[in-house]
């Protein structure tokens, strides 16, 4: 009897015990979180790619970020001045300590954009202007212009800090060099001040957040209660929805187009749409004296602006959002996305779709048997299935296309050593601003990472349209500025510099029980999710 | 000729065949199948990698006898807007080209090592057996992976595409020589010490010719019997590899390409474009199985 007694109160002991535990455990909100792509780097600075942001962006944080409703607000920087019209004064937000301890100080940002700045760097757009940057005291920066920018605080957001300690021990102080493939530490790890810190890195296969304690806004009232976010990649699209139906994952990013109705259809799922400022878009290498893949030698066909035109004319856009996106899409014909500053319905002119008037464009170009050609794509949906839809709808006018879809890993450096006659690709408007999308996909190249061209990878070259751009740049009278932004948008639609194809609308998919806040850049801010 | 065809249609094979109408229902199956990949350029109702014919409009159209689906199209379309019964009979057809080649190469390999192993003896048969009981502790396909691995990084990247079919043909029949050369080395280890053999030797043959012109011949009947089975396990493994994405490149699909590509579009309701390419797969396979299956009894003489 009294063995059993005490057997009794040793359980009741245990059992309360456990009960004490148990909301401490309950607690923790780990979020599975799956989608086709996996960070291609975790260096701050060296490749400007939206998989890479998306990662980043919980980790680093800038002097500016935006709230919810997307607007700019205070972030690393408390509060910001113009002195003068070539200065910029930045307080900075006192007691932050990086993920490693290290406290911020005016030092890492002076760092920071040096580093955001150097030759390596794709990220110089995101300090558009910025000649230098000068410590004032410990918490007081000012970024010294070499050109005004009217919209700078809109570049800043996609500005990122690191810490000068950190990346001195590390060394690695300088960007990784993304195109060459290289492995460096910061590739690798990450210190920020950010929201989220990297536990686990395994490329392709997992990458684990955990939420940092200590984070300085932790008391916003936008604040999500997530403890941890596995990130996984999945390529296949069925199984990615299979994942979600059974419930091994809480949100996926990417839902496949023709699984959304299914999806919908299930009561523990929900969809949150969003449009995203994104455009999907054909590019030609509209540079090279004979194209590096294509049957015609000698000469480039499409330095001639009708085979070009002929090109847009033979997609049918219409077929691709009905059968490829199955209906999750705008067509556009403009590189500047509605809700972008700049935007403006008479440049949003698309070609019509029409067989015979691109088959005697290619005939007056003096190519009436048509040309071979390859189409270069990444492995990412929908990227590839539109790449396999096009080819067929080219060779219909005489373009013998044949899509070579490769990996994302592949891709990227491919096209980034302009190892391409024609390649598919997508581009967001990061800082919400025209200028972001002119200036780094259509001003002439120079081969190097300079914020101007960076990513024209087929090296269009229009003199005016680079004039124009520079003056866009400098221009402060939004209404001028504007119209010339109209201009822009109008030359590149008439000499197809690039054929944007449409937006896609952007499904999240998710458990009921995710609390997901959509942004327009598709970019999934776990710091604000609930996990009920 | 006329002699030996008598002789076949009189003998034991023929007669058990006629025993069996599955076999000979399989044998049709198998045939059919065969002869529509073969010709498919004739008797498709499409050319699905001609690009110019294809309309995106009209894809995803479902089986001509539902409520949606098209005339033209017996079996509906992809993704693409192809003709999902041409690209079977295509599909097929690198398949079949892929199995039968892996199973002759495999063969060529298995034999040779067999009848040397079988006939030599001592240190050679041991290493040769060693070697074949290493590779039988991996699963086929692993090997296959590897090789085919080992060949994405050493051949120059424009020349893989070209080149996937060939590589696949080596690692399925890397991965599948050792049943042979076990077999024949069974079989050789019976023959060897028999009188005609010894009489061959006697007479001062060379080794080689011993073993190709008067043991060959007497172990081939299992051989027969493995190649025919083989041929099946190696269409599934050319599949899977296929599925997995590392087989043929998607411009000259296999069947395992096609179900590939259809399994994307399971969950929203286009089964008929993974459904087709796999029923192809299961009938194939089966037909080639129960032959060989029959084969099998056929020859054994303790059967009869």
Not at chain 1, 398 to 406: C, K, M, Q
Not at chain 2, 206 to 229: D, R
Not at chain 2, 249 to 264: A, E, H, V, Y
Request: proline share 6%.
């Amino acid at each position: 009897m009294t063995r059993s007694k005490i057997y009794c109160a040793l359980f009741s002991a245990l059992f309360t015990t456990v009960i004490a535990i148990l909301p401490v455990s309950l607690e923790a909100k780990t979020l599975r979180y799956a989608s086709q792509d996996d960070p291609q780097t975790l260096d701050p600075h060296s490749a400007n790619l939206l998989p890479t942001n998306r990662v980043l962006s919980q980790v680093y944080e800038g002097l500016v970020m935006r709230d919810k409703n997307f607007k700019i607000i205070p972030g690393l920087a408390v509060s910001w001045s113009q002195p003068d019209p070539k200065t910029w004064r930045f307080k900075l937000r006192p007691n932050v300590k990086f993920h490693e301890g290290q406290a911020f100080t005016a030092d890492d940002v002076v760092f920071s954009v040096e580093r955001a700045l150097h030759p390596l760097s794709q990220l110089k757009s995101s300090l558009q202007g910025v000649q230098t940057a000068k410590k004032v005291d410990n918490l007081t920066v000012d970024l010294i212009m070499k050109e005004p920018n009217p919209v700078l605080l809109n570049h800043l957001f996609q500005f990122r800090i690191a810490s000068k300690e950190w990346a001195a021990k590390n060394k690695s102080e300088i960007p990784q060099n993304y195109k060459d493939r290289e492995d460096t530490f910061s590739s690798r790890n990450t210190n920020g001040t950010g929201p989220f810190k990297v536990t686990l890195r395994q490329p392709d296969v997992k990458t684990v957040l955990v939420a940092n304690a200590d984070w300085w806004n932790k008391n916003s009232p936008e604040k999500g209660n997530l403890t941890q976010v596995d990130l996984l990649p999945v390529k296949s699209n069925a199984t990615r929805a299979a994942a979600l139906l059974s419930g091994e994952v809480d949100f996926v990013l990417d839902p496949p187009p023709q699984d959304i109705a299914r999806l919908k259809g299930n009561p523990n799922i929900k969809i949150v749409e969003g449009v995203e400022a994104r455009f999907q878009y054909l590019a030609f290498d509209s540079n090279r004296s004979e194209l590096l893949y294509s049957d015609v030698k000698g000469k480039n066909p499409l330095k001639d602006v009708k085979v070009r035109q002929a090109i847009a004319h033979a997609i049918d856009v219409e077929a691709i959002k009905e059968k490829v996106m199955r209906g999750l899409a705008v067509p556009t014909g403009s590189v500047v996305p509605p809700g972008v500053q700049g935007y403006s319905k008479d440049a949003d002119k698309r070609p019509a779709f029409d067989k015979e008037k691109a088959k005697k464009l290619l005939t007056e170009a003096g190519y009436p048997n048509g040309f071979s050609i390859t189409l270069d794509c990444g492995n990412i949906q929908p990227a590839a299935d539109i790449c396999q839809a096009i080819p067929p709808m080219l060779s219909q006018v005489g373009i013998r296309a044949t899509p070579n879809i490769v990996p994302q890993a592949t891709f990227f450096p491919k096209i980034q050593k302009f190892d391409t006659s024609m390649y598919l690709l997508s581009w967001g408007a990061a800082t919400y601003d025209a200028l972001y999308n002119l200036q780094l996909l259509l001003h002439t190249s120079t081969g190097e990472n300079t914020g101007f061209g960076d990513s024209n990878y087929g090296r269009y070259s229009n003199p005016k349209l680079d004039d124009l751009i520079k003056k866009i740049g400098v221009e402060s009278d939004m209404k001028k500025r504007d119209g010339m932004i109209r201009d822009a948008s109008t030359i590149i639609t008439n000499d197809v510099a690039l054929l944007p194809i449409h937006l896609p609308l952007v499904p999240w998919a998710m458990r009921k029980n995710v609390d997901a806040v959509f942004a327009p850049n598709n970019v999934a801010y776990f710091f604000r999710f609930k996990l009920n | 000729m006329n002699d030996s065809l008598k002789r076949f249609f009189d003998g034991d094979i023929w007669w058990s065949f006629k025993q069996h109408p599955l076999v000979m229902i399989a044998a049709v199956t198998a045939l059919l199948c065969i002869l529509a990949s073969a010709f498919a350029p004739l008797v498709a109702p499409h050319n699905p990698f001609d690009l110019k014919t294809l309309n995106l409009l009209d894809a995803f159209t479902p089986p001509s006898w539902t409520t949606n689906g098209k005339a033209q199209f017996l079996l509906g379309t992809d993704d693409q807007g192809r003709d999902v019964l041409s690209t079977i009979m295509y599909g097929s057809r690198v398949s079949l080209v892929v199995g039968i080649c892996a199973v002759l190469l495999a063969m060529l390999i298995g034999i040779t090592l067999g009848l040397i192993s079988g006939y030599v003896g001592g240190s050679v048969d041991a290493f040769i057996m060693r070697v074949a009981d290493i590779q039988l502790s991996f699963p086929a396909i692993l090997i296959a992976l590897l090789i085919d691995g080992v060949a994405r990084v050493a051949l120059p990247k424009g020349m893989h595409d070209q080149l996937a079919v060939y590589v696949l043909v080596f690692a399925i029949a890397a991965s599948g020589w050792v049943q042979y050369a076990r077999t024949v080395r069974g079989s050789t280890l019976v023959e060897r010490n028999k009188e005609y053999v010894q009489a061959a030797r006697v007479i001062g043959r060379k080794p080689l010719a011993i073993m190709f012109s008067h043991v060959l011949p007497n172990v081939t009947g299992p051989v027969l019997v493995l190649a025919t089975l083989h041929v099946g396990t190696a269409i599934i493994t050319e599949a899977t590899l296929s599925f997995l994405g590392v087989g043929v490149p998607p411009t000259q699909p296999s069947l395992g390409t096609l179900i590939r590509i259809g399994n994307d579009f399971l969950f929203s309701g286009e089964w008929w474009i993974t459904v087709f390419p796999g029923a192809a797969l299961v009938i194939l396979v089966l037909s080639i199985n129960v032959l060989g299956d029959w084969l099998r009894d056929a020859l054994n003489p303790k059967l009869r």
